[in-house]
């Protein structure tokens, strides 16, 4: 049983068009976030819900939206995409918002833009 | 602010060698850390964490680290290192109880093991 799935794996698209990532957990957490990992393997933080609740906004641009329907599932939504959004977005979860509660990280959906 | 040091970016160990990664961690008070593998094409992992009390953690794979205040270290070792070892890892400090929420990841060491 997949902890933290992401959809789609892989994603090639062209500048300008509009995509989606979707993450689901099925884990019972409280907890999401969605980041973005660079060619150099830097991890940054982008949003985090709890509850469906947006607790993390990082200095993303405004043309990435989370989406929290339940506290299961959180997608990400970019509009506009550019070359510089190429990436490995990761979802991950965690039974918390704070403390010594580890993060589930799913598998990753590699973003590339043309 | 919280921040996460590992200096090393490369090493290389030959399998059955011992392996130390470092870790060096910036907080007011005793962190939460974490540390986590990510095989190629795959997501993270996490190999241990420690909030309190006894400061050498026994992870999976064989994996340990060893928390030091006085240093701000968290360093990751191995006594004999496996071919299937060779991954990113990444050392991370957890979110405060009354803080951002955020966990504060470093910059990753890739560590590629010899046969």
């Known amino acids: 049983d997949t902890a933290v799935s992401q959809t789609p794996k892989y994603l090639v698209t062209q500048m300008g068009n509009d995509k989606s990532i979707k993450c689901e957990q099925n884990?019972?957490?409280?907890?999401m976030y969605w980041y973005k990992q660079d060619s150099k393997k830097f991890l940054k933080i982008m949003f985090s819900?709890?509850?469906?609740?947006?607790?993390i906004n990082e200095t993303v641009p405004n043309r990435f939206s989370p989406k929290s329907p339940d506290k299961a599932h959180l997608n990400l939504h970019i509009n506009s995409l550019e070359l510089g959004d190429s990436a490995v977005y990761f979802c991950?979860?965690?039974?918390?918002?704070?403390?010594?509660?580890?993060?589930?990280f799913g598998p990753g959906t590699r973003l590339t833009v043309t | 602010a919280q921040s996460v040091t590992q200096p090393d970016i490369h090493i290389t160990v030959s399998e059955g060698a011992s392996l130390e990664l470092r870790c060096n961690y910036s907080?007011?008070?005793?962190?939460?850390l974490f540390w986590y593998v990510q095989s190629p094409g795959q997501g993270l992992q996490l190999l241990l964490k420690?909030?309190?009390?006894?400061?050498l953690v026994q992870g999976i794979k064989g994996f340990e680290a060893e928390f030091k205040r006085s240093q701000s270290s968290f360093n990751l070792r191995k006594p004999s290192v496996h071919w299937s070892d060779a991954a990113e890892y990444f050392c991370?400090?957890?979110?405060?109880?009354?803080?951002?929420?955020?966990?504060?990841f470093g910059t990753g060491t890739r560590l590629k093991v010899l046969a």
């Open positions: 907080y007011g008070a005793t962190p939460y």
């Open positions: 819900y709890n509850n469906k609740e947006l607790i």
């Open positions: 991950a979860s965690s039974l918390l918002r704070g403390g010594a509660d580890e993060q589930y």
């Open positions: 420690y909030f309190s009390g006894d400061t």
């Open positions: 991370a400090v957890g979110p405060t109880t009354s803080g951002t929420y955020k966990y504060i």
């Open positions: 884990l019972g957490h409280d907890t």
